[in-house]
């Protein structure tokens, strides 16, 4: 027997059910990319923690290390790039940067492939053994170190060769070479620990941003919207039609399309109206004198009508609305019952934002917000 609520209905109990699968799908997307970025944090400290090498890697290897040289970590798939044009390419620096998205396969305009070999991460320089020779970037003598954030290309430029040159690997293998020869990096500025400590503050930035479990939804908050399809879309624009309709017909006096005053005329010709006594239709009063009218005062309006409270947000208990005041990082769990959640909602990162289709982002403030809803139009404040 179907569940039914003090009116005898049972749409509350399909739309509580319709929205805790809802948000426990949502909790669970979320969670799932919270826990991947956790685990590639973590792995990331436990490597920074205990990258070494050896000179024994470097066995049977063309190579000559030098006294106190060792070998951190050898690719055998790479490719050596040259710049054809001049750049200027930022300073080596140790940021630890998450990916900006998924690297692809491609070679970058302006960047044409030398050779190819093996790269060797020292912790001295890196080299490439190519097929038609050796390159070396000795990290002393680095100037400049850019990663391209679209493919699998890092650049350097070293005080002794004018020309920008450096490497592409396989998109699988370049997010680990780039954290190694960072690491490589710091050690031979002997900056390490500041690796680390960056990692730390990753992590624990990171655990704050852990979503909870959202709260059960029950029969008692289903709204009477619900049973419109669309929901409070479809009642918002229904209102908004209901307004603008008769506004528009009001000014637009359909009675006078010309803009003119109403002329009446006669059916009969004007010959016959000529002969008709003029007694028959008595004579227009004089005009009397000019009188300015006296200019009555409107009713003022009240302040509830010349303002709407929320600034045309939805009426919701949470006190959010569009008139500004603090950004809200950490909304209500229920906030998905009164505003439109986008899909995967509770895995954004940044502030709440409405994005241009209706929906509510949780990416406020970073370049991926409503990227899949016409983009964004304003911020909800608290």
Known sequence: MAKTDSTGSTWRYRWARRQNVRRVSTFRGAEAAWRRRDDELRRLRALAA?????????????????????????????QLVEV???????????????????????RPDGVRVADAGMAVITSRRLVLLGGRGRRDWAYGRMTGLGHDPAAPVTL??????????????????????????TLAFADAIEQRPAVLAQLDELIAEHAQLKPFRPAAATPGQARLSALVPGGRRTVAVAAAVALLVPAALFESDPSDPNGGAEVAVAATPASSASAVPALLYPAAPPPSPRTTPKPTKSPRPSPTASRDQRCGAPENPLGYDFCGGTRIRRPATEVCDWFDCVPQFWSGRGYLVQCRDGSVSLNGGRSNACTEHRGVRRTIWK
């Open 84 to 106: 054809r044009h001049t750049t200027v390419l930022p300073a080596p620096d140790l940021t630890v940067a998450p990916p900006a998205g998924p690297l692809r396969q491609r």
């Open 156 to 181: 350097i430029q070293v005080l002794d060769r004018r020309r920008t040159s450096g490497l592409m690997l396989p998109t699988d293998a370049a997010a680990d070479f780039r954290f190694k020869l």
């Open 50 to 78: 205990d990258f070494q090498g050896s000179a024994a890697a470097g066995a049977g290897l063309p190579l000559e290390l030098a006294g106190d040289e060792v070998v951190l970590w050898a690719l055998p798939a790479a």
